[in-house]
Nanobody, 122 residues
Framework: QVQLVESGGGLVQSGGSLRLSCTASGLTLRYYSLGWFRQAPGKEREAVSCISSIDGTTHYADFVKGRFTMSKNNAKNTVSLYLNGLRPEDTAIYYC???????????????WGQGTQVTVSS
């Protein structure tokens, strides 16, 4: 069975950094396009970044561009999100998601993790 498990969230001060990881089981991430999403209280879920399986191209939302970096480690079957220069508005539950499609931008993601909480204090 497919399972995605996020880890690495926590409480950090404004300007700090975190590394989120998503570990997959039941699927081989090499063949999946992957996305990071987040949802803050009272807000809709929004896309943060994604990586396409076909060529490894990454995409970032404007609000994180230049601060966050996404990477995939096929050997470890994990995907990470490096969050730098964190701001209070980055506070949210962060989710990883996967889909067996070559492009990530508009993919209908099939598999989702349980989320990990990121809280940024001012």
């Amino acid at each position: 069975q497919v399972q995605l498990v996020e880890s690495g969230g926590g409480l950090v001060q404004s300007g700090g950094s975190l590394r989120l990881s998503c570990t997959a089981s039941g699927l081989t991430l090499r063949y999946y396009s992957l996305g990071w999403f987040r949802q803050a209280p009272g807000k809709e879920r929004e896309a943060v970044s994604c990586i396409s399986s076909i060529d490894g191209t990454t995409h970032y939302a404007d609000f994180v561009k230049g601060r966050f970096t996404m990477s995939k480690n096929n050997a470890k079957n994990t995907v990470s999100l490096y969050l730098n220069g964190l701001r209070p508005e980055d506070t949210a539950i962060y989710y990883c998601a996967a889909v067996d499609l070559p492009h990530c931008l508009v993919a209908p993601y099939e598999y989702w993790g349980q989320g990990t909480q990121v809280t940024v204090s001012s």
